[in-house]
């Protein structure tokens, strides 16, 4: 089987892990990296070989040995990128968020579309055995029916200056609550409070109300004492716990609550709590970063529609942008 020829554009704060992996898997051949920081390019290339090396992105999209590009750019950069990739006939995998709009997202499907190309976004979680697990705990109907969900991601930086930290890290927990529910939300509803710089919210509070009755809270924030990856799914039946921080990443709980039939009172009912069991799942020792470069090249190969496509990355920037007016509103609903 041949390699596939894989450029990467972007060798900052995330790249060098996506290059890793590209070096890493046998199936690949990391042929150029890109980046505007020749001190860096040069560091990088040194380190992982790559078999050319630019400053400028033009020079990737022009090579028609290059397969697929992944980009892993500044987010305001994302659109323009793929945009000249995808028209060069390049398969793309681009970090989240896809596009800082959702018409920008639509545009980058249509264009991935009518030219036949793979568009693939970074929603890295998604790939991950531990939210499989939990997705399958959702799906199987052991939990019961879902009642809420709500997800903790803090910690002291990174501190970005182009996006709040809602944008920044709330794309993971809502790419992970909709493929767990398989919906989307239909009213979003935000609090969020700048401190370091104006009008740029350090931390974010967002409840998400879906169709089937769900409600999730996402909690967001770059300035908090400790690194917190959390999130708490609470079913009638029983409650899981996702650590992503944690050796044990998933604890299901025999907990909950149910109406009983009072023995002293004949046809009288009244609400008790359980407790049962704590279980913790072996899961396997993957690296999700590793298992979404490798299905990007399964979709190349394939033409199979990748687990996170452009569609998928629309429908989080769509929940983005209803969290971000939400915010500008003081925290008035929007539906979406």
């Given at each position: 089987m041949a390699k596939l020829n894989i450029a990467v554009i972007g060798a900052g704060y995330w790249g060098p892990n996506l290059i890793r992996n590209v070096a890493q898997i046998p199936s690949a051949q990391l042929h150029t990296i890109c980046d505007t920081d020749q001190r860096r390019l040069a560091q990088i290339a040194q380190q992982y070989a790559p078999l050319h090396q630019t400053s400028e992105p033009s020079e990737v999209f022009s090579r028609p040995d290059i397969d697929g590009v992944i980009i892993a750019t500044p987010a305001h950069t994302h659109f323009e990128i793929t945009q000249q990739a995808l028209e060069?006939?390049?398969?793309?995998?681009?970090?989240?968020?896809l596009a800082l709009t959702s018409n920008d997202a639509r545009e980058l499907i249509a264009l991935a579309e009518s030219q036949h190309c793979i568009l693939m976004v970074g929603h890295v979680f998604e790939y991950n055995p531990s939210v499989h697990k939990l997705r399958d705990l959702v799906k199987s109907g052991e939990l019961g029916q879902i009642y809420y969900i709500y997800s903790t991601r803090v910690n002291l930086g990174k501190i970005r200056d182009d996006l709040n930290a809602f944008w920044n890290l709330?794309?993971?927990?809502?790419?992970?609550i909709n493929m767990l529910l398989?919906?989307?939300?239909?009213?979003?509803?935000?609090?969020?409070f700048s401190y370091l710089q104006p009008a740029l919210e350090d931390v974010?509070?967002?409840?998400?109300?879906?169709?089937?009755?769900?409600?999730?809270?996402?909690h967001t924030s770059w300035l908090d004492p400790n690194k917190v990856r959390q999130m708490t799914v609470v079913g009638e039946k029983k409650m899981v716990v996702y650590d992503d921080v944690s050796d044990n990443p998933i604890t299901i709980y025999d907990k909950g609550a149910a109406w009983v039939e009072d023995a002293s009172s004949f046809g009288i009912h009244r609400l008790q709590t359980f407790t049962g069991d704590i279980y913790i799942p072996r899961l396997p020792t993957v690296e999700p970063l590793r298992m979404e470069v490798e299905h990007f090249l399964d979709c190349i190969r394939t033409g199979e529609t990748p687990l996170s496509d452009g569609y998928d990355g629309l429908?989080?920037?769509?929940?983005?942008?209803?969290?971000?007016?939400?915010?500008?509103k003081k925290g008035s609903p929007v539906e979406l």
């Amino acid at each position: 089987m041949a390699k596939l020829n894989i450029a990467v554009i972007g060798a900052g704060y995330w790249g060098p892990n996506l290059i890793r992996n590209v070096a890493q898997i046998p199936s690949a051949q990391l042929h150029t990296i890109c980046d505007t920081d020749q001190r860096r390019l040069a560091q990088i290339a040194q380190q992982y070989a790559p078999l050319h090396q630019t400053s400028e992105p033009s020079e990737v999209f022009s090579r028609p040995d290059i397969d697929g590009v992944i980009i892993a750019t500044p987010a305001h950069t994302h659109f323009e990128i793929t945009q000249q990739a995808l028209e060069a006939g390049k398969h793309v995998l681009v970090e989240k968020p896809l596009a800082l709009t959702s018409n920008d997202a639509r545009e980058l499907i249509a264009l991935a579309e009518s030219q036949h190309c793979i568009l693939m976004v970074g929603h890295v979680f998604e790939y991950n055995p531990s939210v499989h697990k939990l997705r399958d705990l959702v799906k199987s109907g052991e939990l019961g029916q879902i009642y809420y969900i709500y997800s903790t991601r803090v910690n002291l930086g990174k501190i970005r200056d182009d996006l709040n930290a809602f944008w920044n890290l709330a794309a993971h927990d809502v790419s992970i609550i909709n493929m767990l529910l398989d919906e989307m939300p239909r009213r979003v509803a935000a609090h969020g409070f700048s401190y370091l710089q104006p009008a740029l919210e350090d931390v974010v509070f967002a409840v998400l109300e879906y169709e089937s009755g769900v409600a999730a809270h996402i909690h967001t924030s770059w300035l908090d004492p400790n690194k917190v990856r959390q999130m708490t799914v609470v079913g009638e039946k029983k409650m899981v716990v996702y650590d992503d921080v944690s050796d044990n990443p998933i604890t299901i709980y025999d907990k909950g609550a149910a109406w009983v039939e009072d023995a002293s009172s004949f046809g009288i009912h009244r609400l008790q709590t359980f407790t049962g069991d704590i279980y913790i799942p072996r899961l396997p020792t993957v690296e999700p970063l590793r298992m979404e470069v490798e299905h990007f090249l399964d979709c190349i190969r394939t033409g199979e529609t990748p687990l996170s496509d452009g569609y998928d990355g629309l429908r989080v920037v769509q929940v983005l942008e209803a969290v971000s007016e939400s915010l500008r509103k003081k925290g008035s609903p929007v539906e979406l």
